[in-house]
């Protein structure tokens, strides 16, 4: 399994490099830049060193509209590698963070460039078909969408009602068979 995500990495980090085009200078800034974080991402996650990892993958992130595909695939196979370590350490915080950097991901990518990314999330199932950036969007989406819930109330059960504390028979009642005769109110 990790001999495959670092052939998936390196054939990522290839393809992002010769995927280059030309662009005015200010994209081809952003590009170099992007390109530069993307090989040094490409480094991160196949040495396992998930803290430079997520650093990168969170500032690449700012960059979203100006991915290729296969730049947004390996934020996402970054964002992934990060909520598994975060879910196996039971970190929830860091986890719910990159569960919702995830999802903010792959929302832009896919209004930005829909077909082609699909295209690259395609290349990346045929090598590793236990990845199906769709599915795994969508349950993210329900995790957010329930941690939301439980924040904001609607998901809280309702208040129990309180116990009742005294035992039936030492209730008073109107019944005057129940009643001692010394205890009766005056008529």
Request: with cysteine; charged share 25%; proline share 4%.
């Amino acid at each position: 399994m990790k001999n495959i995500f670092s052939f998936i990495l390196a054939a990522i980090a290839t393809t992002c490099m010769v995927a280059c085009g030309n662009k005015d200078k200010s994209s081809e800034t952003v590009s170099e830049n992007v390109e530069e974080q993307n090989t040094l991402l490409a480094q991160a996650l196949s040495v396992g060193n998930l803290k430079d990892a997520s650093e990168m993958a969170d500032s690449m992130s700012l960059f979203v509209d100006d991915f290729t595909p296969d730049q947004t695939v390996q934020v996402l196979m970054a964002f992934l590698s990060v909520h598994n370590d975060a879910v196996a350490n039971k970190n929830y915080r860091r986890d719910l963070e990159t569960l919702r950097k995830f999802v903010d991901v792959y929302d832009i990518a896919l209004s930005a460039n829909p077909n082609d990314t699909r295209a690259a999330f395609a290349k990346v199932r045929k090598i590793n078909p236990a990845i199906n950036f769709d599915s795994i969007a969508t349950v993210f989406r329900e995790k957010l969408t329930q941690y939301d819930a439980i924040q904001d109330g609607s998901l809280v059960a309702a208040e129990p009602e309180p116990a009742d504390t005294v035992a039936k028979d030492s209730v008073p009642t109107s019944d005057s068979t129940e009643i001692p005769l010394e205890l009766r109110p005056a008529e």
